[in-house]
């Protein structure tokens, strides 16, 4: 978390704490939630956000009664509905999703493999969607994940077609390792993003888990930006990458015309008060 | 917004706010988002949230940097994927999404009707999940969704298994109209109720626009409680209920099932720093 220079609302009563701003310390709150951390009781939000008892206390009050954290029967807490409503405002979130969603159960039907629409956040991706095969396969692919770019498809693909700036702060910093296979060598990999970016498509195997091959493709917003990857996700013994790329590239292609505005519908639901 | 009794953070350069928490100001700019307001300039989410430029300037540069909220090209803000990815870890949100998924796709396969996955947020409905037909019906039902219990399936549903406080609060509210069958008149309403809670069923026409019919069942928790509903929307004109209700019920019983934990996949991606 990054904290503003011009802090002005530190309260006396923490000493101890980091200094954050009183915003940096609700954000704290929710940063104490993590896939690992699905449920918290009040002094383990308060440890993990660094915040004394009683301030933690107040802040989980607070966010409460807003909806944005939950209380079960046991008195642990988890993240509330309010931010899921939130969260669907996101241009870059559900709307993109909504947009995707048919034709990426297309993709899934006829593929049989587990399908993802990803967006870059930072150095990251962040799936938007991800529908997985009934077979599952051993790696957790799930909406609101962030994986590294260089082992994903939809990452290499928003990779290759970011600024150079950006690829080379990700080509400069160490290249984590999930399997044999992956490509963590930044010479290979910058190779790798240069015939991406030629061709429009990534082809990689065993990125995160051997037996995987995963095709993507860019999606472009309706004015052409690379705005989104999808990608298909296959057992390399089963992969015909030629025809994944063909069926992506289609989907790619009809969510970038969803994506155009002015198809709104008359009737709306009820705006949170 | 509810303001905690113990206030003690409020700042002193803004008298003419309603004194709110430094916590309900950052939750104050998150409230001026919603569906009709997806992107805000600095100065309509200062004045949609009632703060002063100055202090809504420092909390949307610190919601910015924490990926709560994003920037576009023109300066105008709206809901990052920061909450998204949060909102994934509500147990209510899309972790039951998740496992309700494939089931919910079947139905919707099956029925080629809109398909509903609801939970209740205090006296309203909101949705995990929302599955469009490809034929658009004229109501948006998106994930996010919130509305009134009364005049949807999964709302009737939720309503009829809740408990007696909470249905006398909702039946003593004016109950809103949204078409011409719409049910406004409580001792109908709690005639329906009884039935829905006997039957364990909601069979409803018209209540939002006039052909559509909704089927509605409710989502046990492996424990027995409902927790959630489903609903499949199709035209009256074509509608089964028998059939409808047969196929939900069988959603929801493997939907229940899938709720049993334990079984988590050993690879996770990378939890966010």
Same mark, same amino acid.
Request: aromatic share 4%.
């Given at each position: 978390?990054?904290?503003?220079p ?8 923490d000493?101890?704490?980091? !200094?954050?701003? +009183?915003?940096?310390?609700v954000? +704290? ?6 896939p690992?951390?699905?449920t918290?009781s009040?002094s ?15 802040l989980?009050?607070? %966010? %409460?009664?807003?909806?944005a ?5 046991e ?6 509905l ?10 870059r ?5 909504? +947009?995707?969603?048919?034709? %990426?159960?297309?993709?899934h =039907?006829i ?8 967006v ?10 991800a529908?997985?095969a !009934? ?13 590294p770019?260089?082992v ?9 077609f970011?600024?150079s700036?950006?690829?080379? =702060?990700v080509?400069a910093a ?8 992956t490509?963590?060598d ?11 970016? =030629? ?10 888990t051997l037996?995987?091959?995963?095709v ?23 992969? !015909?990458?030629?025809? %994944?790329t063909a ?11 969803a994506?155009?505005p002015?198809?709104r ?9």
């Open positions: 978390m990054t904290v503003a011009d802090v002005d609302t530190t309260t006396a009563q000493p101890g704490e980091r !200094r954050p701003t +009183a915003a940096g310390k954000l +704290a709150v929710l940063d104490a939630f993590g690992r951390h699905r918290l009040l383990e939000i308060s440890r993990r956000a660094g915040l004394t008892l009683p301030t933690a206390h107040r989980v009050r607070e %966010l %409460l009664s807003w909806g954290l939950e209380r079960d029967g008195g642990r807490y988890s993240v509330g309010r931010l899921l409503e939130l969260s669907a405002l996101a241009p979130g559900l709307e993109l999703r909504e +947009a995707a969603f048919p034709y %990426l159960q297309d993709l =039907q593929t049989r493999g587990n399908v993802h629409l990803g870059r956040d930072g150095v990251e991706v962040v799936y938007v969607e529908i997985r !009934r077979v599952r396969n051993p790696v957790s692919s799930r909406t609101g994940d962030r994986w770019m260089h994903t498809g939809t990452g290499l693909v928003l990779l290759a970011a600024d700036q950006l690829q080379e =702060q080509l160490p290249l984590e390792r999930f399997s044999a296979l490509v963590v930044p010479t290979e990999l910058r190779r790798n993003l240069a015939q991406i970016r =030629q061709t429009g498509v990534a082809v990689a195997r065993g990125q995160i037996p995987d091959m995963v993507a493709v860019p999606v472009h917003s309706p004015r052409g930006e690379v705005i989104a990857a999808i990608s298909v996700v296959v057992e390399s013994a089963d992969a !015909r990458p030629r025809e %994944l069926l992506l590239t289609q989907a790619s292609r009809a969510i970038s015309r994506l155009d002015g198809r519908l008359p009737l709306r639901p009820v705006p949170r008060q």
